[in-house]
């Protein structure tokens, strides 16, 4: 197994330009989400989905989109990226995001300018 | 709002030694709890986890004690290697609801 994989590993945006950070797992977890890491602060939940074709929100949603079409495949879109998104994000799946461990991929570190 | 938090941003302890690293949190409806480790560079990784209807859970090494009274979460590691450095965090979930709150984390440096 793979495990989680993202791509790109790192990525420089300028302002306003739009781009899409790949997620996939080959472990057929239900449950994908995506989180954002910014120095010095925990991990905060962006998106998640709880199976294909379903998704919501977490604690920072604004700013970018996401979409479950397929079980491996949870990628985030970022519409017209600000120097705000600036930060490593990271994509986790699991069984369940209770009693079940989560994997995380490697992360994607973005910069934008 | 409702948050976990940690009482000890850095912690730095001898090889060998044991290391005992805290979480408080505020949430008395928060039920489920996870430790995570982060090395340098990569993606968190699950040390250990424990329901609210627990005390104590233990793991190689590790042993999670959570006191619901007080509301704190500590994560102790027996004789401390210098593999275990790095950021370890505390997340916790609600129920059924789906999103884990994390903490800002404590740098564990073990010195040889």
């Known amino acids: 197994n793979a495990g989680v994989t993202q791509t790109p590993k790192f990525q420089v945006l300028k302002t306003g330009q739009s781009m899409t950070l790949q997620c996939a797992q080959d472990m057929n977890h239900e449950y994908m989400s995506w989180y954002r890491q910014d120095p010095g602060m925990g991990l905060r939940l962006i998106h998640y989905?709880?199976?294909?074709?379903?998704?919501d929100q977490g604690e920072v949603p604004n700013g970018y989109n996401v979409s479950r079409s397929t079980t491996e495949d949870f990628p985030l879109r970022l519409l017209s990226a600000a120097p705000s998104q600036t930060s490593v994000y990271f994509c986790?799946?699991?069984?369940?995001?209770?009693?079940?461990?989560?994997?995380f991929g490697p992360g994607t570190r973005l910069t934008v300018t | 709002g409702e948050s976990v938090g940690l009482h000890l941003p850095t912690l730095s302890v001898q090889e060998g030694d044991n290391s005992i690293i805290n979480c408080a949190y505020s949430?008395?409806?928060?039920?489920?709890f996870i430790w995570y480790k982060q090395e340098s560079g990569k993606g968190p990784q699950f040390i250990i986890d424990?329901?609210?209807?627990?005390d104590k859970r233990q793991g190689q090494r590790v042993t999670v004690l959570l006191n619901k009274t007080v509301k704190h979460l500590s994560l102790q590691i027996a004789a401390t290697q210098p593999g275990d450095s790095a950021v370890y965090f505390c997340a916790e979930n609600i129920g059924s609801n789906y999103k884990l709150t994390f903490g800002k984390g404590t740098l564990l440096t073990v010195n040889p």
């Open positions: 949430n008395s409806a928060s039920d489920y």
């Open positions: 986790a799946s699991s069984y369940s995001p209770v009693g079940y461990e989560q994997y």
């Open positions: 989905s709880v199976g294909a074709g379903i998704t």
């Open positions: 424990i329901r609210s209807n627990m």
